[in-house]
């Protein structure tokens, strides 16, 4: 028993060590990740459930490191946060989401919204909002044509995040809620906070059909953002029984992989902004 127990033992410790050196492996590139050009951005469309058609994108952040290949922002956005690295990385994707936003501006397309995801260490910065700012002016890009994604995470410091989202507002930027309810105290935050989108989270998207209580959930969820005057953007949306149901329920809008996976800038111009005239 204890030699058993011992080899256990072994195998465990090389285990956790690989999985540390893996860690450090992902912090040492995503350091250099920047320079060496390894971030991109792809585009997921929200499809208007009404119109059929995108009139917002989603932007999410994609890395192709060199040494490790493609690596998962599940992984790598949380070890940014863990390291602060996702205030540079975060920096970049403002920079960038704007200079794509220009791009298309400039190719005639003007009536369209990209969302960013923001970090609750990102909105807690001091000088965030100024560098926003600077962002929108230095690439000449309308602040109606950014919208801001925060979790609940980011208001729970209401103190501080009430005034900074007020600020932001008044600019003219949108502020959505995602993955909204799987936090707590939503309710209370609906009425402190200038919201003018609430994303349910793809956890209730995913059993939506074969689940009573998603289903209510979801529901709810749609009736109170109109209720509010707030849109509403269903995640995670696989099948067209899924898309049926939300629309049934006329929610605004829903993004996911029925519709489309995010996408390379180019595909998401060619599939959704450059639609010919009729
Ligand atoms: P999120 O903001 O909740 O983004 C939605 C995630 O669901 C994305 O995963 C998207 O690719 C995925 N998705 C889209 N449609 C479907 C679908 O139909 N089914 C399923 N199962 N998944 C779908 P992704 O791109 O891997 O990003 C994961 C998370 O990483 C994001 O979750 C967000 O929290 C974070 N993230 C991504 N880009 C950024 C960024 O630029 N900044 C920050 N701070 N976080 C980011
Ligand atoms: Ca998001
Ligand atoms: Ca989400
Ligand atoms: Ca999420």
Redesign the pocket.
């Known amino acids: 028993v204890k030699e058993r127990g011992r080899a256990h033992y072994q195998f465990y410790r090389t285990d956790m060590n690989s999985a540390i050196t893996n860690f450090l492996a992902i912090e040492t590139h995503l350091r250099k990740a920047i320079e060496k050009g390894e971030l991109f951005?792809?585009y997921?469309p929200q499809i208007d459930l009404v119109t059929g058609k995108a009139r917002s994108f989603?932007?999410?952040?994609?890395w192709n490191s060199i040494e490790l290949g493609p690596v998962?922002?599940?992984l790598f956005?949380p070890l940014?946060?863990d390291t602060g690295l996702?205030i540079s990385?975060?920096n970049w994707?403002i920079e960038n989401a704007c200079k794509q936003i220009r791009l298309w501006n400039k190719k005639g397309y003007t009536d369209f919204r990209v969302a960013?995801?923001?970090?609750p260490k990102?909105l807690q910065q001091p000088n965030f909002i100024s560098y926003l700012k600077n962002a929108l002016e230095k690439h000449n890009v309308h602040p109606s044509s950014l919208e801001i994604?925060i979790?609940e995470g980011s208001m729970e410091n209401t103190n501080e995040a009430v005034p900074a989202l007020k600020k932001l507002k008044k600019l003219g930027i949108t502020i959505a809620v995602?993955?909204f309810g799987t936090g707590y105290s939503s309710l209370s935050y609906l009425k402190q906070f200038p919201i003018d989108v609430l994303?349910i989270?793809?956890s209730f998207v995913?059993d939506i059909i074969g689940n009573d209580k998603d289903a209510a959930i979801a529901s709810a969820i749609i009736h109170l953002g109109k209720s509010l005057g707030v849109e509403v953007i269903a995640?995670?949306?696989?099948t067209a029984l899924q898309a049926d149901f939300l629309t049934k329920e006329e929610c605004h809008k829903a993004?996911?992989?029925?519709f489309s996976?995010?996408l390379p800038a180019n595909e998401a111009e060619e599939k959704y902004l450059s639609l010919p005239m009729v």
């Open positions: 951005l792809h997921q989603e932007a999410l952040l994609r998962s922002p599940g956005i940014a946060e996702i990385i975060g994707v960013i995801n923001i970090s990102q994604e979790t995602d993955d994303k989270d793809q995913k995640e995670g949306v696989e993004q996911g992989y029925f996976k995010p």
